[in-house]
């Protein structure tokens, strides 16, 4: 009787075969869709009546928030792609929305700043994964993005 031997777990999957020279043009414009929120949202908490200015605040907070979990969850679908996913990808997917789900509760004027730093942080993890994966090419895009997100974030944080 044969026994079936499991491999070991790899660091990180294994890489594209092909990878991405640069996003497709409907990522590059659905991110810039989704920034709308971020600049509108930072303005608007510095334009609004002060009856409103809580509700805009928290709505810049939470759209901070989902697009936080939402960039820990690209790592869940990077993990998804090896055949053991790495344990390290899939703690690090969850962690961007456990953090972002503690600043939504946070007053605006420090969830904000959270947010912020969390979108820069973000960024910096996945300088190091997407070019071991073949995502090198969604950098310059992935840069443009969480930089104006994040000053979104601490504009709006300032003006709370």
Sequence with gaps: MQTATVPPVP??????PTPSPEPPHWARRLGAAGLIPFIGGALLVW??????HPYVALGLSTYAGLIVSF???????????????PRALLLWGVLPSLVAWVAVMMPPSAGLVV???MLLVCYAVDRQLYPRHGLAGWLT??????AVAASSCFLGAAGT
């Design 11 to 16: 660091d990180s999957p294994t890489p594209s």
């Design 47 to 52: 334009l609004v009546w002060p009856a409103a």
């Design 71 to 85: 960039l820990g969850g690209i790592h869940w679908g990077v993990a998804m792609r090896a055949p053991a996913a």
């Design 115 to 117: 947010h912020g730093v």
């Design 141 to 146: 895009l992935r840069f443009r993005l969480s």
